[in-house]
């Protein structure tokens, strides 16, 4: 009968010690995607499309990198919501997220993106 206590006990702790192990990682990763410094995002121009929204990618802002030969395509994660026009030309600050991509969606790098303004010439020409 002792024996059977003992073994009850031990199983007891194990499943409390997973349980509270558990808990902490979602505590420390809600605290982390919680943080918004404002040094970890970078400032740039782009321009709104959905050219490629047949393959998956909903919204894919597209950027000039700061090699000039180089486009990059970023795919924001959070909604543009009155921003989100094909062709807009934008300013804004963003951050990479170590996300995986949207299903079906190979073009681009997941991005946070804030601080959004329309820039003066409010399309691009295609």
Partial sequence: MEIKNVKQSIIFSIILCF????????????????????ANFIKTEGIVSHQYKQVGCETIVICSSSNANDTLFL?????????DVDGLKISFSY???????????????????????????KKASQ
């Fill in 19 to 38: 349980i509270l192990i558990a808990c902490k990682a979602k505590q420390t990763t809600t605290t982390l995607a919680g943080t918004d410094t404002s």
């Fill in 75 to 83: 795919i924001p994660m959070t909604p543009l919501e009155k921003f």
């Fill in 95 to 121: 951050r990479i997220l170590r996300v995986h991509n949207p299903k079906g969606c190979h073009q681009g790098i997941p991005v946070q993106i804030s601080n959004i303004k329309k820039n003066k010439n």
